[in-house]
């Protein structure tokens, strides 16, 4: 798609790095924010909105982002944000309901649906082997993530409908995901060539999320068990506990630091990510980002700063990262004709 192999395997790389680093600080920051979740939530989805935009008007000014490129129409952000607005509400409504390793297993589906959306909405083509590639690195991530799982069959007493509104949940964000794709390779074409700045498609995209998730704020506290009308006391008690001032009735030892450096941490990977599928494709950029599961379970595994006690991994969770291994390989081996090149 126009850029350079070196310069994809670095984008890779810094995706891996960070998307690493996003998970395992996110852990951290939750440690003096455990009774906060939400206020986390709320705090990025909001505040990179002025972050982004911040970054975007200071890009115009100095001529990096065009006249054309702010001009772009603004339908297909707007899908954007609503489809990312609701992967959030069902998942959330879904994860209320699921046993807590249940979520990131059904969360893998979200590979399947892109390369279900990517076939349908751009017309891509994918060999057998990049199919079963992909498939293995689903299938990989599930068993290492399953490795730490109960004895039994952990969804026997779910309700058939929370597993369905979690994997709907995967297809929501991976319809966004193909949608920003949908950006770049249209925008090209409007611009002459040049493709979008990453900080329009992240403005506008997140602009519209947040929009939609303030629409639906209501909803979005009470699955939390905060009702709307307490939801002014847990936002100031979260800043209090963020800032670690004041007299916080829990314990916020590690704040701001931690929810600082996970905050910044959480941006660059967004940007990485973005700049990835801006270079390669969609599902290039979720199969790199993958990739970092078992690095951050395993990472995750051994004692750290506020959380020192480490866990013993299974050998199904070396099973599954082989397996994951051996399906990014499978799916990246060099294309034997050319009529593939369409398919990355």
Known sequence: MGSSPAAAAAASAAVVALAVA????????????KAYPFFLAQLTTFGY????????????????VTRDMLALPKSRFVAIGLLE?????????????????????????????????????????????????????????????????????FLSEVQLIWPALMITSSAFQAGASILKEAVFI????????????????NSFGSGFQAL????????????????????????NGGAECFLNVGESPIDCGGAPFLPLLFIVVNMAFNISLLNLVKMSSALVASLTSTSAV??????LSLPLPYIPHGAELSTSFVIGAVVMLMGLILYNL???????SKAD
């Open 294 to 299: 078992p690095i951050s379970i395993y990472i």
């Open 186 to 201: 249209d925008g090209a074409e409007r611009l002459k060539g040049m493709r979008p700045d990453i900080f329009v498609v």
């Open 212 to 235: 939609f998730v303030f629409l639906l704020l209501p909803f979005l506290s009470n699955l939390r068990g905060i009702k709307f009308a307490e939801l002014p006391g847990y936002v």
């Open 22 to 33: 996003n998970r395992v600080l996110y852990k951290l920051a939750l440690v003096p924010l």
């Open 49 to 64: 909105v002025a972050v982004y935009f911040s970054i975007l008007y200071a890009r115009y000014r100095a001529g990096v």
């Open 334 to 340: 060099p294309h034997s004709s050319s009529k593939q």
């Open 85 to 153: 607005a609701l992967g959030v509400a069902s998942g959330m409504s879904a994860g209320a309901m699921l046993p807590g390793p249940a979520i990131p297993i059904l969360s893998q589906s979200f590979l399947v649906w892109q390369l279900i959306f990517s076939a349908l909405l751009l017309g891509r083509t994918y060999s057998a082997r990049q199919i079963i590639g992909c498939l293995l690195v689903t299938s990989g991530v599930i068993l290492a993530v399953a490795s730490g799982a109960n004895e039994g069959q």
